[in-house]
C-alpha cells in the first residue's frame, strides 16, 4: 500500500531530462492474460511516469539515466524491468490487495475495488461445471440477489429471472442481458396459462454456455443507468471468450445427461369409477387395476452438448471460433431439441495500434419438436392422470386412434369427451408442435486511441432473430379443443435490434486525484414480432383437413401482420474521481428520449446516479487479520419507458366482412416514464490474506410511475386504460461469503454461500381507488397486486371455520367455504441460499452446489384436480381410512370425520376449497454435484495440453420440500401463474457425464 | 452537439404508431368511420358460451348442459360461476358507441349517432334484465365513483331515447348512409323504425305489471306509431355473424358442451310441436327416447345431477342447419305478435284482438322456423306437457309443473290466456332466449321445471328449491373500482346483491293482472 502511494508521488514530480528515449509497451495481468488498465509506470529513481490505456499500452518517454521501470498497480505486485521496446508485463495479483478487473456497463472494465455498488462475477467454467444447457439455469445459486426459475417445458424453454424483486407492475422485472458491452434481444411471446399453451422460449437459450468467458451480475439500478431504461432491473452482463495472442489452442467438450422425471405425483390405483363416470370415485376396492402407465409414459430424457472451439493469433490480430451441437430429447415423448452454434471473435490492431477493430458473430440455431404445454387443453398429462381406474388403459395407448367411416378419417379414441381429457398417446402421435429460431448477432467495434487519455470506441451491433411457431392439433381431437377438421396456429416473424453507440473515454490522474472519465450516445432501433400469425379458430376451422396453410384458413380467419417497435436515443456521461485510491466519487448521468412516449411532453427525460467507495484498508491501519475492508453508497434514479404504441391507438379489422372495432381506450397523453430510485450501501472486506471474503449489501429500492394497462370502469367511457401508477417498494439484504479454507498442493476447498432476502411491499397502487387489484380469479385461485400487499398475492377460498377454528360443515355434512377469497401467502421467497462448494485433491475434484429458497407460498391445481376426480393417493388413503380427519362442526355438534366423497366434492377441482393445495415453497436441493479426474495428460504422454473427465448431476433430490411439485419449476416464466402448476411437466434430475480436453 | 445528434426525434410519433391499425384519416375514407364499427357493435347485442348459453339459455331451459364445469357446481346449479356480459356485451357497446357518437357530431352524420344510441338502448335493457341497476346516464363521466341508474330511471331514458331516435329516423326515412355497413336492414330506414317501435313494446310489457300506467302509455305509443312494428318475418330483427359459426352451433357440436333442454322436450313433444325437428336432432342413442318412440328426442334437465361430460352427451343436439345459419335473430314478428296479444288482455289501445294475436303469433313462428302442422298445433286443445325421464340418472326426473294446451279459447280466465301466450313466446324464442328468462321472472310462465340440483348458497344467495334465480350479481371489476357507486345501486336494487334478489320489474306478485 505504501509502495503504491510513493509510486504515485513520484509521478506528481515533473521532469525535464536531457535525454529521454520512448519505451512503449503492454502490461497484463496474469491471472487472465487480459489487459491492466491504469497501471502505473515509472521510470525508477525519476518522477517521469505514465499510466497504461484501457487495452494495457504505455508509452513513455525514459531519461536516458534510468535503467529500470517499475509497473504497479493496485492488488497486484509491482513488478521491475528494463526498458526495452515492445515489452510485455505480467504482473501478478496480490492476494493482499485483492485486485479484481470486472466489466461494467457498456463493456467498461473497472477494478472492482473502486465500484460503488454491487455486483458478482461467476467464471464461465462455473456455468459449465454440470453440463446446463442454458447458462442462466446454471447460475441459480451462485450469485446472491438473483431469483432464477427455469420453465418446465424442459430445453429451449424460457427462464424467469429477477434481480433484487419484482420491481415493475406490468413488465417483466428481468434485467438487461448484455454481450460485450451491447444489449441483446430476450424476448418471451407466449407462455401456458389455466387453459393451455406452450412456452415459446426466450432469448437466453441460444446462447452457447462454452462462449462464456464469464458473467458480471449488476444487481441494482445504480449500476446499470449507463444502459439507460432497460438496465432498470439490473443487468447481466456476458463476457464472451476471445482469441489469445500466441496461444494456439482448441478444446473439445462433451457432455452426456440423462433425465428422469422425479416430481410425479402420487396417484392410487385400486379405486375406479362408477357407472362410467370420468371420476374415480367408487368406494369399491380393487387390486387388478393396470398400475404403471403414467411412469411408464415417460421416457428417460438425454441431453448431448458437444462443443470445440479454437483460439489463436499473434500480437496484432486474435481470433476465436467455436461450433458446438446441443441434442435433447425430453422426457416427454416425441419431445425433441436441437441447437448449432457458431461463434466467431476477432480482434486486429492497426495504425501502430491505435485503432483496434474487433467483430463478433455467434449465430444459432434452435428447433424444438413438441415442446411440452401445461394447462387444460391439449395436454397428455390430463388424460393421462385422470384416467379412471378401472379402464383398461393401455387398450386406449394401443387403439389411440378409431377410423370414422363417414368422415374416412381417423379421430381420436378417448372414453372422454370433457374439454381437458385427451387419449395422451393420440397428443403424442398425431399432434405436432415446432418451435424454430435462427438468430444472428453480429458486431463491429473500433477504437482509436487519440492519445494516451482519450480514446474514441464506435460500435455498432445487430441481433436478428428468425422466429417460427407452427402448432398443429390433428382433425378429430378433443372437440373442445380442436376444430373438427384440425386447429393450427402459426406465426412466423423476425426480431431485430440495432444498436450503436459511440463513447470517447479519458483517464487521467492529476496528484492525488485520478480521473476516468467517458461521455457517449447511443442509439436503438427494435423492430419485434415483425410478421405474421393466423389461426384456424374462426368459423368451421381449416377447410381441408389436416392441412395446415394459409391459403387453407375459412374464409373468416384474420391473418394478421404485427409488429412491435420502438426506438431509443440516448446521451450519457460518467465520471469517476479518484482520491489516493482510497476515495472514489462516481457521477453519471443519461437522457434518452424514447419513441414510445411520443406525443406526451415526457419523451426525453433525465436521470442520475451518484456513488461513493471508500477503501479503509488504504485510509487506516487494519489489524493484520483484515487484508481488505472497504464500504459503499450509491443513489440513482433510472427511468424506463411505456411499451409500444399505448399512446394513440387506431381501429382494427375486426371481420371479413367490412368490420371494424373501435380503440375504447383512455386517451394516455399524460404518460410519463417509469422511475425506478435506487439505494444501496454495502461493505466489502477480506480477511487472512484473503483467504476469506466477504460482501454485504442492504439495498431500498422505489418504483413508481409503473405503467399498467387495466380495464377502464365501466362507467368510464371506455374500456381500457393505460396509467402511471403505483410505489413498489422492494428491499433487502444480500451477503456473499467466500473461503478457502484448505489450500495446498494436493489439497483445495473453497466454499462460497449466497444469501439474499428481499421484501415487497405495494404501499400505492391506484392513489384514488385504493382497493383495486391487478389481477383476477384464475379458476381456484387468483395472484393479484394490491396496495397495502405484496408482488403476487395469492387468494385462495379457504374453508369456512367458526372462531373456535373448527370448518363449518352444512347440513349435507360437506365443508363449507369462506364467500370470498382471501389471502393464502406470497409466492415469492423470503429469502434465498446458495452453498458453493469446490473441492480438489490430487487429480480429483469435486463440486457441489446447494439451493435453498426458503419462505413463500406455492399451489398445485394438478393437486386439487387428482383429488376431485378421485385418483391422488390421498383420495385412495382416504377411502382406506373410510374418512376424512378435519376439526369440523354441524350445526353445534363438533364433527371430526368427513366422508371423502363429501369432502372431495366441494375440496379441489377448479373452483372449490383450495386450502389444502397451498403448500409452502420453501425447499433445499443438491443442485449439483461433480466428481471429475484430471487426466495426467504429461504422464501418460498424450498429445494434450490437459484432459478431464467428471460425473455430474443435477437436482438429485430435495432435502426439504413440502410441495407435490417442484416449485421452481416455473410453469410460466411471465409475471401471472407464478408458484403453481396446472398439469405442467414433472420436474427432473439430472445425471451424466462430462468430458474436456485441450489440445 | 451530443443532443443535437441524438435528439432525433422526428419519426418518434410514426414509429409509434401500428402500421397494422387503422387510423382515423384513413376510415373517413368511404365513411367506414362510423359504420365499420357497427358489425362489432351489432354482434355484441347478444354473447356466447358463458355470457349467452351459460346464463339465459339454460335460466330460460331452452338450452342445457351435460357437461359438469367447475365440479358440477356453476351458473347452472345457481353459483355464479361465470359473469361476464356485463363486461364482454354491455360496456363494450356503450364504449363502442360512445366513440361512434362523438364522431358523427365531428364529421355532421347524426343519423349515425342515433343508430348508436339505438344499438345502445338495445344491449342495455338486456343488461339491466340480467343485473337491474346500471351505469347509463352518468356514462362517461369523470371521477373514481360513477353511479347507476335505477331501473325505473333507466327505462324512462330508454323510452326518451327511443323518441328522439324514432324522430330523426321519421325525418330522414329515406337515409341510405347505413347501406354498406347494415346486414340487419341494408340501410332501410323505415325497418329500423319498425324495430324501435318493437322494441318499445318490449320494454313496455316488462313494466306492465310494476308501473302499469308507464307501460300502457309506451305501448300504446309503439303500437300507435305510423311507422309500424316487426309485423312480418321479412322484418326481423336479425344481426350478421360476420362469416363466424352461430356460437350455439359452436358450443353444441364444435364443445359438445350444449344440449336440447329437458323442458323443451316435457313442451315440445307433449304439445306435438313440429318446430321440435327445426330445433333439435334425434338423440345420438335411440334407448334414450324409448318413453317417447315417436319423438326420437332427449334434452337435458337444468340444474342436473352429472356424472361425467359423457353420461348425456348423446342427448339431443340442435338441429344441424345451425351450423351453416349467417345472422342472428334479435326480434321476430311472432314476438311482436306476442307482445300484442298480452297487451290486448290488458287491454291497451291498438293491440287487437288477443286470440288473433296470438295465432298470428305461432304462426309468424312456424313459418319462420319453417315447421309444418300449424292449423292442425292450434287446434290441439288437449295436447299438454309430458313428465321427464333422465335415463342416465332418475333423481332428473321431472313431473311436468304445466298442463298449458295450444288451443285458445276465449273462455280461459285470463291467467291462462297469458300462460298460454307466454308459453308460445317461450318456444319462439329459441336461440334468443333473455327475454324469456325475462317473461318467466316477470309472470311465472311457462310453468318450467325446477332445479334438481341447486347449489346456491349464502354467499351469492339462496334459491329456493321450489324457485329461479332472479338475477346475476354486480360484476367483481365494479366491486373493486366502483365500490361506493355499486353500494349506491345496491340501495336502488332495493335489495342485496344476489341472485335471489327480484328486479324492479318482477314483482312477485302471484297474479299478473
Known amino acids: 500500500m505504501r509502495k503504491t502511494m510513493t509510486l504515485l508521488c513520484l509521478f506528481i514530480g515533473i521532469c525535464w531530462a536531457s535525454a529521454q528515449t520512448k519505451i512503449t509497451g503492454t502490461v497484463v495481468s496474469a491471472d487472465d492474460g487480459q489487459p491492466v488498465i491504469g497501471a502505473t509506470v515509472v521510470a525508477k529513481g525519476t518522477s517521469v511516469g505514465t499510466v497504461t490505456n484501457v487495452d494495457g499500452a504505455f508509452s513513455i518517454n525514459v531519461p536516458s539515466g534510468a535503467k529500470t521501470l517499475v509497473f504497479s498497480y493496485v492488488g497486484m505486485v509491482a513488478t521491475e524491468a528494463a526498458p526495452q521496446n515492445g515489452m510485455k508485463i505480467i504482473l501478478k495479483s496480490d492476494t493482499k490487495q485483492m485486485k479484481e478487473v470486472v466489466v461494467t456497463a457498456l463493456g467498461i472494465k473497472r477494478d472492482k475495488k473502486t465500484l460503488t455498488y454491487a455486483s458478482q462475477q461467476v467464471g464461465g467454467d462455473e456455468l459449465k461445471k454440470a453440463s446446463d444447457m442454458n447458462f442462466m439455469d446454471a447460475l441459480s445459486g451462485k450469485a446472491a440477489g438473483i431469483d432464477i426459475k427455469t420453465s418446465s417445458s424442459g430445453a429451449g424453454g424460457s427462464t424467469k429471472a429477477v434481480l433484487r424483486g419484482n420491481k415493475s407492475i406490468s413488465g417483466l422485472s428481468e434485467p438487461l442481458y448484455v454481450i460485450d458491452g451491447i444489449p441483446m434481444v430476450n424476448n418471451k411471446h407466449d407462455q401456458p396459462g389455466s387453459y393451455g399453451g406452450t412456452d415459446t422460449g426466450d432469448g437466453l437459450s441460444q446462447i452457447n454456455p462454452d462462449d462464456i468467458e464469464s458473467i458480471n451480475i449488476l444487481k441494482g439500478a445504480n449500476a446499470s443507468i449507463l444502459y439507460g431504461s432497460q438496465g432498470a432491473n439490473g443487468v447481466v452482463l456476458i463476457t464472451t471468450k476471445k482469441g489469445k495472442a500466441d496461444k494456439v489452442s482448441v478444446s473439445f467438450s462433451s457432455s452426456t445427461i440423462f433425465e428422469n422425471v422425479s416430481q410425479l405425483p402420487k396417484l392410487q390405483y385400486t379405486y375406479g369409477a362408477v357407472n362410467g363416470s370420468d371420476y374415480s370415485w367408487s368406494t369399491t376396492k380393487s387390486d387388478s387395476y393396470q398400475k404403471d402407465y403414467v411412469k411408464n409414459f415417460f421416457q428417460t430424457g438425454v441431453n448431448t452438448i458437444n462443443s470445440v472451439s479454437v483460439t489463436g493469433g499473434n500480437a496484432k490480430t486474435q481470433v476465436y471460433f467455436s461450433y458446438a451441437n446441443t441434442y435433447a430429447k425430453g422426457t416427454m415423448p416425441t419431445n425433441s431439441y436441437v441447437k448449432n452454434n457458431f461463434t466467431f471473435n476477432s480482434s486486429t490492431k492497426l495504425l501502430n495500434d491505435k485503432l483496434t477493430l474487433s467483430s463478433g458473430v455467434i449465430f444459432a440455431q434452435e428447433k424444438t419438436k413438441n415442446r411440452p404445454g401445461a394447462g387444460y387443453y391439449d395436454n397428455p398429462l390430463t388424460g393421462l392422470y385422470l384416467f379412471p381406474r378401472e379402464r383398461d388403459f393401455n387398450y386406449y395407448k394401443t387403439n389411440y386412434a378409431k377410423f370414422n367411416s363417414d368422415r374416412n378419417l381417423n379421430v381420436m379414441n378417448w372414453f372422454s369427451s370433457e374439454e381437458k381429457e385427451n387419449n395422451p398417446y393420440w397428443i403424442l402421435n398425431e399432434d405436432s408442435k415446432l418451435d424454430q429460431t435462427k438468430r444472428v448477432i453480429a458486431n463491429m467495434k473500433a477504437s482509436y486511441e487519440i492519445n494516451k487519455h482519450l480514446k474514441l470506441e464506435v460500435r455498432g451491433n445487430i441481433d436478428y432473430a428468425d422466429k417460427l411457431q407452427d402448432y398443429r392439433l390433428a382433425a378429430g381431437g378433443n372437440s373442445v379443443s380442436v376444430k373438427p377438421t384440425g386447429s393450427w396456429t402459426y406465426a412466423n416473424y423476425n426480431d431485430q435490434a440495432l444498436y450503436t453507440d459511440g463513447i470517447v473515454s479519458y483517464n487521467n490522474t492529476f496528484g492525488k486525484l485520478s480521473v476516468t472519465a467517458l461521455a457517449g450516445l447511443a442509439y436503438q432501433n427494435n423492430t419485434f414480432s415483425n410478421g405474421i400469425s393466423a389461426n384456424s379458430n374462426a368459423g368451421d376451422g381449416l377447410i381441408f383437413p389436416n392441412f395446415f396453410a394459409l391459403q387453407n384458413l375459412p374464409a373468416a380467419a384474420i391473418v394478421q401482420n404485427t409488429i412491435d417497435r420502438s426506438i431509443k436515443e440516448g446521451a450519457f456521461a460518467n465520471v469517476q474521481l479518484g482520491y489516493k485510491d482510497m476515495l472514489y466519487l462516481d457521477l453519471s448521468g443519461r437522457n434518452d428520449w424514447a419513441s414510445t412516449l411520443s406525443l406526451t411532453p415526457n419523451d426525453s427525460y433525465f436521470y442520475p446516479a451518484v456513488g461513493l467507495t471508500g477503501i479503509i484498508s488504504q485510509m487506516v491501519k487494519l489489524p493484520e487479520a483484515i487484508s481488505f475492508a472497504k464500504v459503499r453508497a450509491s443513489w440513482s434514479n433510472t427511468a424506463n419507458d411505456v411499451p409500444f404504441n399505448k399512446i394513440e391507438k387506431w381501429y382494427t379489422v375486426a371481420n371479413k366482412t367490412g368490420g371494424t372495432t373501435a380503440p375504447t381506450y383512455a386517451p394516455f397523453n399524460n404518460a410519463k416514464p417509469e422511475m425506478i430510485t435506487s439505494n444501496e450501501v454495502g461493505a466489502e472486506m477480506r480477511f487472512l490474506s484473503g483467504r476469506i471474503g466477504m460482501e454485504a449489501t442492504y439495498y431500498y429500492d422505489v418504483s413508481k410511475n409503473q405503467f399498467v394497462q387495466v380495464s377502464a370502469p365501466s362507467g368510464s367511457g371506455y374500456d381500457y386504460q393505460f396509467l402511471n401508477v403505483g410505489k413498489l417498494v422492494n428491499k433487502g439484504f444480500e451477503l456473499t461469503l467466500d473461503a478457502e479454507p484448505i489450500k495446498s498442493r494436493t489439497f483445495g476447498w473453497k466454499t462460497s454461500v449466497n444469501y439474499s432476502m428481499n421484501t415487497n411491499k405495494i404501499e400505492e397502487l391506484i392513489a384514488s381507488d385504493p382497493n383495486y387489484a391487478i389481477g383476477s380469479n384464475d379458476e381456484g385461485f387468483k395472484t393479484i397486486l394490491k396496495a397495502g400487499g405484496s408482488f403476487n398475492d395469492l387468494y385462495v377460498y379457504h374453508f369456512a371455520r367458526n372462531s373456535a377454528g373448527q370448518i363449518i360443515l352444512d347440513a349435507n355434512g360437506k365443508p363449507t367455504a369462506e364467500g370470498t377469497q382471501t389471502y393464502a401467502g406470497n409466492v415469492n421467497s423470503k429469502w434465498n441460499l446458495g452453498w458453493n462448494n469446490s473441492v480438489s485433491y490430487k487429480d480429483f475434484f469435486l463440486s457441489m452446489l446447494v439451493t435453498g429458497k426458503f419462505g413463500g407460498v406455492c399451489i398445485s391445481k394438478t393437486q386439487a384436480f387428482l383429488d376431485s376426480y378421485g385418483v391422488s393417493k390421498t383420495t385412495g388413503d382416504a377411502r382406506d381410512l373410510g374418512y376424512v380427519a378435519v376439526n369440523a362442526i354441524q350445526g353445534t355438534t363438533a364433527v371430526n370425520q368427513v366422508d371423502p366423497v363429501k369432502y372431495y366434492s366441494v375440496v379441489g377441482d377448479r373452483n372449490g376449497i383450495m386450502e389444502p393445495y397451498v403448500y409452502s415453497r420453501t425447499n433445499v436441493r443438491l443442485s449439483q454435484l461433480s466428481i471429475g479426474y484430471n487426466i495426467n495428460v504429461k504422464k501418460l504422454h498424450l498429445p494434450l495440453q490437459d484432459a478431464s473427465v467428471s460425473l455430474v448431476g443435477r437436482d438429485l433430490f430435495f432435502f426439504y420440500k413440502k410441495a407435490p411439485y417442484d416449485p421452481e419449476s416455473a410453469m410460466s416464466t411471465s409475471n401471472s401463474m407464478q408458484s403453481n402448476e396446472v398439469f405442467s411437466m414433472p420436474a427432473s434430475r439430472y445425471y451424466g457425464i462430462n468430458l474436456k480436453v485441450n489440445f | ?513
Open chain 2, 1 to 513: 452537439m451530443l443532443v443535437s445528434l441524438v435528439a432525433c426525434t422526428g419519426n418518434f410519433v410514426t414509429e409509434n404508431e401500428n402500421p397494422y391499425t387503422l387510423s382515423e384519416q384513413m376510415l373517413t375514407q368511404d365513411n367506414n368511420l362510423l359504420g365499420s364499427p357497427f358489425s362489432s357493435i351489432l354482434s355484441n347485442l347478444s354473447g356466447f358460451q358463458v355470457d349467452d348459453n351459460l346464463l339465459n339459455d339454460c335460466f330460460a331451459r331452452q338450452m342445457a348442459t351435460g357437461t359438469p364445469f367447475a365440479s358440477g357446481i356453476n351458473n347452472t346449479t345457481y353459483y355464479p360461476t361465470w359473469n361476464t356480459f356485463w363486461s364482454e356485451r354491455a360496456y363494450t357497446v356503450m364504449s363502442a358507441t360512445k366513440k361512434v357518437i362523438e364522431n358523427a357530431k365531428k364529421y355532421n352524420l347524426p343519423m349515425f349517432a342515433d343508430w348508436a344510441k339505438l344499438a345502445r338502448v338495445l344491449v342495455m335493457s338486456k343488461a339491466t334484465a340480467i343485473y337491474g341497476p346500471l351505469i347509463y346516464s352518468k356514462y362517461g363521466t369523470q371521477g373514481s365513483t360513477v353511479l347507476y341508474d335505477k331501473e325505473s330511471d333507466l327505462y324512462n331514458t330508454f323510452f326518451a331515447q327511443l323518441d328522439t331516435i324514432q324522430a330523426d329516423f321519421k325525418a330522414n326515412s329515406a337515409y341510405t348512409g347505413f347501406k354498406k355497413f347494415d346486414a340487419s336492414y341494408n340501410g332501410d330506414i323505415p325497418s329500423w323504425m319498425r324495430l324501435v317501435n318493437s322494441l318499445r313494446l318490449r320494454l313496455a310489457i316488462r313494466l306492465a305489471k310494476v308501473a302499469p300506467a308507464l307501460a300502457k302509455t309506451q305501448g300504446e305509443k309503439a303500437l300507435a306509431d305510423a311507422a309500424g312494428l316487426i309485423t312480418d318475418n321479412k322484418y326481423n330483427f336479425t344481426t350478421s355473424l360476420n362469416g363466424s359459426k352461430l356460437p350455439l352451433a359452436t358450443i353444441c357440436f364444435d364443445w359438445d358442451d350444449t344440449r336440447m333442454d329437458a323442458a323443451m322436450e316435457s313442451f315440445l313433444v307433449g304439445l306435438n310441436d313440429g318446430r321440435i325437428a327445426k330445433y333439435f336432432q334425434p338423440a345420438a342413442d335411440n334407448t334414450l327416447y324409448s318413453d317417447h318412440p315417436s319423438y326420437p328426442y332427449k334434452g337435458i334437465r337444468n340444474g342436473a345431477y352429472l356424472d361425467s361430460k359423457g353420461q348425456h352427451i348423446n342427448f339431443s343436439k340442435i338441429n344441424a342447419s345451425f351450423s351453416s345459419v349467417t345472422y342472428r335473430k334479435h326480434f321476430t314478428a311472432a314476438e311482436t305478435y306476442f307482445l300484442m296479444a298480452e297487451a290486448a288482455l290488458r287491454g291497451w289501445a291498438g293491440a287487437g284482438d288477443a286470440k288473433t294475436d296470438y295465432e298470428t303469433g305461432v304462426k309468424l313462428s312456424f313459418s319462420d322456423w319453417g315447421a309444418g302442422g300449424v292449423d292442425a298445433y292450434l287446434a290441439d286443445a288437449t295436447s299438454t306437457p309430458i313428465n321427464y325421464i333422465d335415463p342416465k340418472d332418475s333423481r332428473n326426473s321431472f313431473t311436468t309443473r304445466s298442463t298449458v294446451t295450444v288451443a285458445w279459447n276465449n273462455a280461459d280466465p285470463i291467467e291462462l290466456k297469458l300462460e298460454k301466450i307466454i308459453t308460445q313466446k317461450w318456444i319462439n324464442t329459441f336461440t334468443n332466449s333473455l327475454e324469456a328468462w325475462v317473461d318467466m321472472r316477470r309472470t311465472g310462465y311457462p310453468k318450467l321445471p325446477f332445479n334438481a340440483k341447486n347449489d346456491s348458497n349464502d354467499t351469492w344467495g339462496t334459491i329456493g328449491a321450489t324457485d329461479f334465480i332472479k338475477r346475476m350479481p354486480f360484476v367483481d371489476s365494479e366491486r373493486t373500482s366502483n365500490a361506493a357507486g355499486v353500494a349506491d345501486a345496491i340501495t336502488k336494487l332495493g335489495g342485496p346483491d344476489k341472485i335471489s334478489t327480484r328486479l324492479w320489474w318482477d314483482t312477485g306478485a302471484a297474479s299478473n293482472f
